[in-house]
């Protein structure tokens, strides 16, 4: 169906779940040249439906959630992370990863009585894993390359996105738990849903035939 009004505004997370998003809208027959050939522009077309924002994976469940974006397409593990008022309505299937514990090589991180410290740019993740192990930790926020942090004898394990294990395996880690599976998911406004569902459940439902395919 053809939108009337205005289009669906659709926030991406820029780099992987971008490029992977636009060749699933390219699989259903959208017009994506606007998007591939976006140079810094950060709010494009594709065909004349939908617009894209392209957006840091929290800020694109903070324009959802505030209504300013109809949809998102956002990792499971920022939702985790970042809690959920929308609705997630599609596992889109790429992006796939998990949050695992990970820690030197051969050593057992997290044996003995002591309070382990744990480090993270997943703090209530990691808070609610060790929660639910019944495990006192110390939990210190890193915004990035947390591998170094047990390297540089900062923390005694770390709980990151594991997706190939490279980074972990060049770096002489290994994982020590699996926490969870991860993959993209489709988020919707929850007034959107409401007052544009006839258009949001049939891109949807492309969406997933696409997917299926
Ligand atoms: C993520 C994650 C790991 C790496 C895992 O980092 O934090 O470092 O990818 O991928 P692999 O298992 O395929 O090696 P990202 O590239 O997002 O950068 P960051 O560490 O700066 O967050």
């Known amino acids: 169906m053809k939108n009337s009004l205005k289009p669906l505004r659709i926030a991406l997370t820029k780099g992987r779940l971008e490029k992977d998003t636009v060749a ?3 699989k259903i027959g959208y017009d994506c040249t606007a998007v591939r050939d976006k140079g810094r522009k950060l ?30 397409v956002v990792g499971k593990d920022t939702i985790i992370e970042n809690g959920s008022c929308f609705y997630e309505i599609l596992d889109l299937g790429f992006g796939r990863c998990k949050f695992a514990v990970a820690g ?24 609610r894993y060790f929660e639910s192990k019944g ?25 990151d996105i594991v997706e190939t294990g490279t980074t972990l395996k060049e770096n002489g880690l290994e994982v020590k738990e699996d926490v969870c599976p991860i993959s993209a998911r ?20 492309k969406m997933e035939d696409a997917i299926n395919d």
């Open 135 to 159: 495990m006192d930790v110390r939990v210190i926020k890193i915004e990035g390359s947390v591998e170094l942090a047990p390297l540089l004898g900062l923390a005694d394990a770390i709980v």
């Open 24 to 26: 699933l809208f390219e």
């Open 104 to 127: 030197k090589k051969g050593v057992d991180c997290l044996a003995g009585f002591s309070t382990k410290t744990i480090a993270t740019k997943y703090p209530n993740v990691t808070r």
């Open 186 to 205: 489709l988020i919707c406004n929850t007034a959107s849903l409401k007052l544009r569902k006839a258009e949001i459940e049939e891109l949807a439902q």
């Open 43 to 72: 709010i494009l077309p594709v065909g004349d439906s939908i617009e894209v924002v392209l957006a840091k994976a929290p800020d694109v469940i903070t324009y959802v959630e505030n209504g300013v974006c109809d949809l998102g």
